[in-house]
């Protein structure tokens, strides 16, 4: 008896329990739809893994993300395409200075045959939202997405209109041009789970981009084909908001968050919305990787995508240059990494 208890405790056999302990869900199917979107992405995008892992994770959090970059990177192409892996009902609005609420929501016409007022909905009725230049339309369009990207319902003219799920809202802006824009108030960044930043592609990057518009003979979105279905993205969902978080990662999630509010160089800290998103990021990437708890990797690769729109630099040090991802990074440097 003394001899198998002591076979049971070698180190191997502990590793494989561990193991064994690890795969109470199985992320087998999750695995292999998240390689298929991403095969079928690889045929058109060169690069930009993290843009595609961000993207993906976002889908996975039932969140929203806004995507920037200068024009020309490939954001709205990616997520149009990302769309397009998913067999589920796309929409795509172009936001100008003119455009109305109305114009996203829909609105009430009425109906002379029935002599009654209709309700026509607009194209945020959808699964997968792809706003385009989102920081061109006024302040009294874009507060017409709080509600449906909080909540995921619409109220007109007193009635509630749920949304379908999956339900996901991807935008554009450009960081560089703001002539004619209206920035994003705190309220409205607040609802987007990460900013996603986009650089350019390297060298051999586009080296290889050219050569594959050059040989490609077919549309961009031809190539492309759904892999998974809006039930299976559902229950990818579910199996995340699954995934195990230890207490002391909580602890880690809350630090970093509550860091933020009393760093001398942040005007503006995060909310505790903040904190949820992270715990939510962190999760999705355990997911990704096959595993069912989280590690503070995870929770270190969520901080800034998570954070860095949701802080605000100090006048006195934005004007020395320094960034929310610089003070977000620093912060991550000094806080301690729970064991």
Do not use: W
């Not at 959090?61 to 490939?74: D, N, Q, R, T, Y």
């Not at 379908?164 to 802006?173: C, R, S």
């Amino acid at each position: 008896m003394e001899e198998n208890t002591e076979q049971q405790n070698t180190p191997e056999n502990t590793k494989a329990n561990d193991l064994a302990f690890t795969n109470r869900i199985d992320f087998s199917e999750l695995q292999n739809g998240i390689e298929a979107i991403k095969t079928e992405l690889q045929k058109v995008i060169i690069g930009q893994k993290n843009m595609i892992d961000l993207l993906i994770s976002t889908m996975l959090c039932k969140g929203h993300s806004l995507i920037e970059g200068v024009p020309g990177v490939a954001k709205t192409i990616t997520a149009k395409l990302l769309a397009k892996t998913i067999k589920v009902a796309f929409s795509r609005i172009q936001f100008t200075p003119d455009i109305m609420p109305s114009d996203i929501l829909g609105t009430s016409i009425f109906n002379m045959k029935t002599s009654e007022f209709e309700f026509k909905a607009g194209p945020i009725f959808s699964n997968f939202i792809l706003i385009d230049e989102i920081n061109r339309a006024p302040a009294k369009t874009q507060a017409a997405l709080f509600e449906v990207m909080e909540e995921k319902q619409v109220t007109i003219d007193g009635k509630t209109y749920k949304m379908e799920a999956p339900f996901m809202v991807f935008a554009t802006q450009n960081p560089i041009e703001q002539e004619g824009t209206y920035r994003l108030p705190e309220a409205q960044l607040d609802r987007f789970l990460f900013k996603i930043e986009v650089d350019y592609p390297t060298l051999n990057e586009e080296i290889e981009i050219i050569e594959t518009h050059h040989h490609r003979k077919e549309k961009k979105t031809d190539v492309v084909n759904g892999v998974i279905t809006s039930s299976q993205l559902i229950k990818f969902q579910e199996q995340v908001q699954k995934i195990r978080i230890e207490k002391h990662l909580i602890t880690y999630i809350a630090t970093i968050v509550n860091n933020t509010r009393e760093n001398p160089f942040l005007y503006l800290g995060a909310s505790p919305r903040a904190s949820l998103a992270i715990m939510q990021a962190s999760k999705s990437f355990a997911a990704m990787q096959g595993r069912d708890f989280v590690t503070p990797d995870d929770i270190k690769r969520s901080a800034i995508p998570v954070l860095q729109h949701r802080v605000i630099v100090t006048p006195e040090r934005e004007m020395e240059g320094v960034t929310s991802k610089q003070v977000i990074n620093q912060m991550l440097e000094t806080i301690e990494i729970p064991r």
